[in-house]
Nanobody, 117 residues
């Protein structure tokens, strides 16, 4: 059964760091797109970053601060978030796309990140 489970969220002060994990089961990371999205209260879900093989991309607002990576042996994708800002607050979701970073066909349940002093 295909499953994505996010973890690593929490409360952090501005300027701090968190590392989110997305553990995948029921499929391997090869040949699929894994993306991180986030949704702030009252706002639409926004794609933050995506990875497939050696390809990665980031939304402009997180470039230079966030890094997406994966560990094939653990079948896990990570999002290292540094220099966090209050506007990074939201629920972060991991999504799997078969054909692109935009057409997501499987979602995790999300992990909450709050950046506040």
């Amino acid at each position: 059964q295909l499953q994505l489970v996010e973890s690593g969220g929490g409360l952090v002060q501005p300027g701090g760091s968190l590392r989110l994990s997305c553990a995948a089961s029921g499929f391997t990371l090869d040949y699929v797109y894994l993306a991180w999205f986030r949704q702030a209260p009252g706002k639409e879900r926004e794609r933050v970053s995506c990875i497939r093989g050696a390809y990665t991309d980031y939304v402009d607002s997180v470039k230079g601060r966030f890094t997406i990576s994966r560990d094939n042996a653990k079948n896990t994708v990570y999002l290292q978030m540094n220099s966090l800002k209050p506007e990074d607050t939201g629920t972060y979701y991991c999504g799997r796309g078969t054909f692109s970073c935009y057409n997501i066909n499987s979602w995790g349940k999300g992990t909450l990140v709050i950046v506040s002093s």
